[in-house]
Each structure stands twice: as C-alpha cells, then as structure tokens.
Nanobody, 124 residues
Framework: QVQLVESGGGLVQAGGSLRLSCAAS????????MAWYRQAPGKQRELVAT???????NYADSVKGRFTISRDNAKNTVYLQMNSLKPEDTGVYYC??????????????????WGQGTLVTVSS
C-alpha cells in the first residue's frame, strides 16, 4: 500500500512558525502533484498549497507570502513552512499526493492518496 504520514503539527502562538512534513511510503514509482489541505472545525476542507514534480507552486490567497510549500523527490516528502501564523490558520492539515505505484501484479497505476492529518493550533 501507499501511505502518507504527516508530522510537525502542534500549538503555537500567533506570529510564530511551524514546519509540517509529509512522507510517502510504499511501492512508489513517482509522485506528480503534492498538496496541503486544511480543515477547521465546522468548516469545509480547503486547499492551502500545491507543488508539482518540477517545483511549480500555487497558494491560497489567505496564505500567500506566509506559507512555503516544497518537496524532496529523493525522499518522497513534501513540506509546508508556515510563518506569521494567525488564529484563523488553526485546523487539521492534510497531505495529498498523486502517486504512480506498482500494484501486486507489478502493474503501474495512479492513485490519489491522503494522509491522516496533523493538528495545528494557533493561539492569540
């Protein structure tokens, strides 16, 4: 199976910083787009940032200039550096990736994979 595991969440005061990591594991051939989403209590999940295999990035307007997404292809890992955090950044952050992998028959297939989420809490 292909899995994504997030880490780096926690409690931080407004104006502080956190760095989230998401490592993919399994029979992975390649990963195209990797992304971070977040979901606050009682709200819909929203896209935070994406990064392509070539390093091209996109950000939600609410985090532009404060967050930076990056990836290490050799480690199959994506990062989210979060600076100048605000209370409204609070939520569960989920890693997402489009993964090319080998199934049990050694056939290459593509699959969208989600991590379990890591909680980020920003206090005033």
């Amino acid at each position: 199976q292909v899995q994504l595991v997030e880490s780096g969440g926690g409690l931080v005061q407004a104006g502080g910083s956190l760095r989230l990591s998401c490592a993919a594991s399994g029979s992975i051939f390649s990963i195209t787009v990797m992304a971070w989403y977040r979901q606050a209590p009682g709200k819909q999940r929203e896209l935070v940032a994406t990064v392509s295999s070539s390093g091209s990035t996109n950000y939600a307007d609410s985090v532009k200039g404060r967050f930076t997404i990056s990836r290490d292809n050799a480690k199959n890992t994506v990062y989210l550096q979060m600076n100048s955090l605000k209370p409204e950044d609070t939520g569960v952050y989920y890693c997402n990736a489009d993964v090319d992998y080998q199934d049990y028959l050694k056939v290459y297939r593509s699959l969208e994979v989600w991590g379990q989420g890591t909680l980020v809490t920003v206090s005033s």
